[in-house]
T-cell receptor
């Protein structure tokens, strides 16, 4: 069975500091993709970053990077130089080659950036 | 690229009426669209998978007669909440996939906040 686990319901970070949001996953498929989304209080889901199971390097997109540890089945999101606008819910998601179009979402982490 | 438009963004309706929510992929063709429901401070709950030209696949526990989904074209899917009741009040959000590979992300609309009075 496929599963995404986010164990941090809420996180706080000081402005300009870095923060790591945890995500672990479970799948027996060898081919899969891991995604992070940001959901501000307005509700829209914003795609942040993607990591493929065969990617040897950690993905980076601006201030976002993904700490991918395949053996541990973890795909943590690192946000550097936090800004007040980073305050939002963050969801980790997975899609595998053998489960068609199905996406699996974690329960989310609420991040609050403190000025 | 990969923009999904959803409207209305907010709707208030009276109990017993029906509400239609539209989801459009603006710059790509989406053979598959998804409809999610989200309760406050919770994750997304998949309601149904909508495939162009065929009947939607509903998740267990979702009433297909209450939540009618139509995917009439490669760029448009609609969700109609029929005979709405206050318990149907929620945040509904659609999404679409641009590509068929597992490395293609979901692209979401901005969501619709439904309030049934």
């Amino acid at each position: 069975a496929q599963k995404i686990t986010q164990t941090q319901p809420g996180m706080f970070v000081q402005e300009k500091e870095a923060v790591t949001l945890d995500c672990t996953y479970d799948t027996s498929d060898q081919s899969y993709g891991l995604f992070w989304y940001k959901q501000p209080s307005s509700g829209e889901m914003i795609f942040l970053i993607y990591q493929g199971s065969y990617d040897e390097q950690n993905a980076t997109e601006g201030r976002y990077s993904l700490n991918f540890q395949k053996a541990r089945k973890s795909a943590n999101l690192v946000i550097s130089a936090s800004q007040l606008g980073d305050s939002a819910m963050y969801f980790c998601a997975m899609r595998t080659a053998n489960t068609g179009n199905q996406f699996y979402f974690g329960t989310g982490t609420s991040l609050t950036v403190i000025p | 690229g990969a923009v999904v438009s959803q409207h209305p963004s907010r709707v208030i309706c009276k109990s017993g009426t029906s509400v239609k929510i539209e989801c459009r992929s603006l710059d790509f063709q989406a053979t598959t669209m998804f409809w999610y429901r989200q309760f406050p401070k919770q994750s997304l709950m998949l309601m149904a998978t909508s495939n162009e030209g065929s009947k939607a696949t509903y998740e267990q526990g979702v009433e297909k007669d209450k939540f009618l989904i139509n995917h009439a074209s490669l760029t448009l899917s609609t969700l109609t909440v029929t005979s709405a009741h206050p318990e149907d009040s929620s945040f509904y959000i659609c999404s679409a996939i641009q590509g068929g590979d597992y490395n293609s992300p979901l692209h979401f609309g901005n969501g619709t906040r439904l309030t049934v009075t």
